[in-house]
Antibody, heavy 120, light 106 residues
Framework: QVQLQESGPGLVRPSETLSLTCTIS????????WYWIRQPPGKGLEWIGY???????NYNPSLKSRVSISLDTSKNQFSLKLNSVAAADTAVYYC??????????????WGQGTLVTVSS | SYELTQPLSVSVALGQTASITCQGD??????VQWYQQKPGQAPALVIY???NRPSGIPERFSGSNSGNTATLTISRAQAGDESDYYC?????????FGAGTKLTVL
């Protein structure tokens, strides 16, 4: 059963770049879509973007100018970079996978999430 | 852009039936997923493609989708069902989440 684990700094300074990595265990990159989703404290879920196993990406239009998602198949990882962060980017960041291969289906499984705080 | 509207909160008496709605323009044309999120945990899928339950999800959880409204129904509500629930669809290759509904079991 595939498991996902987010890792990266828990504190990022304003205007700097947030960088997170998701490590995939119990499976491979395969033929799936891989997602980043975030949740500000006390608020709802926000989709950040996804990367397909081919390397193609798509991002939330509200974040598109600041976000980049990449894939490292040799390490079985995918990563998120969000630049020019501000306090509003403080959130729990989740990595996740599409449930089925070759298409947009539903999000399952999810990582446990990691809290990133933007503060000086 | 496509939007999903959920009630902020829903209350249900213990053992009764709760219905959580998710409204969107012609949502019946889309597959709707529902996720349950308990405090401090990642969301967990409870319904996919409108009406399907993943393995391990009790039969008490059911879904429907018609017209402009999708509905998550929880029968014989238990204290452990108290959570936030989010609906989700795909639109133009983007993931759309509803704002979430807090279910309180009285």
């Amino acid at each position: 059963q595939v498991q996902l684990q987010e890792s990266g700094p828990g504190l990022v300074r304003p205007s700097e770049t947030l960088s997170l990595t998701c490590t995939i265990s119990g499976g491979s990159v395969g033929s799936y879509y891989w997602y980043w989703i975030r949740q500000p404290p006390g608020k709802g879920l926000e989709w950040i973007g996804y990367i397909y196993y081919t390397g193609s990406t798509n991002y939330n239009p509200s974040l598109k100018s600041r976000v980049s998602i990449s894939l490292d198949t040799s390490k079985n990882q995918f990563s998120l970079k969000l630049n020019s962060v501000a306090a509003a980017d403080t959130a729990v960041y989740y990595c996740a996978r599409d449930a089925l291969k070759y298409g947009h289906n539903w999000v399952d499984p999810w990582g446990q999430g990691t809290l990133v705080t933007v503060s000086s | 852009s496509y939007e999903l509207t959920q009630p902020l909160s829903v209350s249900v008496a213990l053992g009764q039936t709760a219905s959580i709605t998710c409204q969107g323009d012609n949502i019946r044309s889309k597959n709707v997923q529902w996720y349950q999120q308990k405090p401090g945990q990642a969301p967990a899928l409870v319904i996919y493609k409108d009406t399907n339950r993943p393995s391990g999800i009790p039969e008490r959880f059911s879904g429907s989708n018609s017209g402009n409204t999708a509905t998550l129904t929880i029968s014989r509500a238990q204290a452990g069902d108290e959570s936030d629930y989010y609906c989700q669809v795909w639109d133009s290759s983007t993931v759309i989440f509803g704002a979430g509904t807090k279910l309180t079991v009285l």
